[in-house]
């Protein structure tokens, strides 16, 4: 744990509020969540922003407890377009909720190097799914529930999946998103269009509403454990909120493919960085 500060210079709190509104940003218009930015981001830049080093563990809960305004900030912008499965998405909750507890307790079991190579490894494979998931195509098989959406301008989308599948991803992706401090959309997203072909901005809309829900279980975890720094935390939740706002906003006027490789190469270098951390500290 860190010593907390009672006051935050003003060039670091904007630079915190920065850092949470472009990690929500990024987040939302994926489906990500953000934290998959801002845990390495607090890891590396804690010195420079809070003057004093960021433990993995303060790092995770932070981040974890910042997701629950980002996703709740894109639900609702999401809602308003009614792309929101609320039905799928309490489906997946019901074993990503109490997973996301079960990897947030498992968070201080990873030391050093080994959270760092297995977020970094993580993160690598995250990378490499962004990049090849838009040349998959979703499976053809048909599923025993099917499921119709029509959204805000009237398009009528139909897809399906299995009760047990979805419980089972549900699980996994709960699991790594209380470890890791993540939303768990960057598994969510493209599970729910190349496996049950959910339309993409649904699956992303979907899978906000379930890291809203995941993240109040799993960062209550690291609240229990002491694993949060407020301050920090107060910061980035303006960033947070404002981002989420804008990511869905951007998601809804243009693809944000630009932005999506921008976002594939910042993580294939912060995977990079924390691969070599791991291995160093060997």
């Not at 499921?147 to 991803?169: K, S």
């Not at 709960?174 to 493209?190: D, E, N, R, T, Y």
């Not at 699956?203 to 379930?210: D, I, Y």
């Not at 932005?259 to 791991?278: F, H, K, N, S």
Request: hydrophobic share 55%; with cysteine; aromatic share 10%.
């Amino acid at each position: 744990m860190i010593e907390q500060k009672a006051v935050t210079p003003l060039f670091e709190w904007i630079a915190l509020v920065l850092l949470g509104m472009a990690a929500a940003m990024f987040g939302s218009i994926v489906g990500l969540g953000g934290g998959i930015i801002i845990v390495p981001a607090l890891m590396y830049l804690g010195p420079s922003l809070i003057g004093a080093p960021i433990d993995h563990g303060t790092a995770v809960g932070t981040s974890l407890t910042m997701l629950i305004v980002t996703a709740l900030a894109s639900t609702l912008s999401y809602a308003k377009r009614k792309i929101v499965d609320y039905r799928s998405a309490w489906l997946l909750f019901t074993t990503s909720g109490p997973a996301a507890m079960l990897g947030a307790a498992m968070t201080g079991l990873l030391k050093g190097a080994a959270f760092n190579l297995s977020f970094g490894i993580f993160m690598l494979l995250i990378s490499a799914l962004l990049i090849v998931r838009n040349y998959l195509k979703p499976v053809a098989r048909e599923w025993p529930v099917q499921r119709t959406m029509v959204d805000a301008a009237g398009e009528q989308h139909t897809y399906g999946y299995a009760i047990w599948p979805m419980l089972v991803i549900g699980f996994g992706v709960g699991v790594i998103s209380g470890l890791f401090g993540i939303g768990g959309g960057s598994l969510f997203v493209p599970l729910m269009v190349l496996l049950f072909r959910f339309p993409p901005h649904a699956a992303t809309a979907t899978s906000m509403f379930v890291i809203f829900l995941s993240s109040i279980l799993g960062s209550a975890t690291h609240v229990w454990l002491g694993e949060i720094n407020w301050w920090i935390l107060l910061a980035l939740i303006p960033g947070a909120w404002i981002g989420g706002k804008l990511g869905a906003y951007v998601a809804n006027k243009m693809s944000g493919n630009g932005l999506l490789w921008l976002l594939r190469v910042t993580l294939l270098i912060l995977a990079c960085q924390l691969v070599y951390e791991g291995i160093r500290q060997l």
